[in-house]
């Protein structure tokens, strides 16, 4: 059995896209289209993570798996991508509380 390397892993993780670094003023002019694209894609990813999981824990499952390091892997990924997106939520409702709570 041979172990990936670890560029080869991380290639494998699924990636959200990287944001504008030009400052506040290019994401006032673009608009709201891109953060709603930029959480579309990354919950397509958390899901696409899940459902490769669950295809392999099938095949796992039913003896059709030839290497289980896949398996492991891949719901290793899915817990991981799970745990990222869960943080991002709480940080967002986290920001949006104390926004609220500001006085004008």
């Known amino acids: 059995m041979t172990v990936p390397a670890i560029g080869a892993i991380s290639a494998a993780l699924p990636v959200l896209p990287a944001l504008p670094n030009s400052g506040a003023t290019a ?4 608009g709201g289209g891109n953060f709603a694209n ?6 397509n990813a ?3 993570a899940q459902d490769k999981a669950d295809s392999l ?5 039913t003896g059709d798996l030839t290497d289980i390091h896949d398996y492991t892997i891949a719901a ?3 817990s991981l991508v799970t745990e990222l997106a869960t943080a991002i939520r709480t940080k967002g409702i ?11």
């Open 27 to 30: 994401a006032a002019s673009t």
């Open 46 to 48: 958390v899901q696409s």
């Open 38 to 43: 930029l959480l579309s894609k990354g919950l």
């Open 57 to 61: 824990a099938v095949k796992a499952a």
């Open 94 to 104: 986290d920001a949006f509380n104390q926004i609220m709570g500001m006085q004008a």
């Open 76 to 78: 290793t990924q899915a």
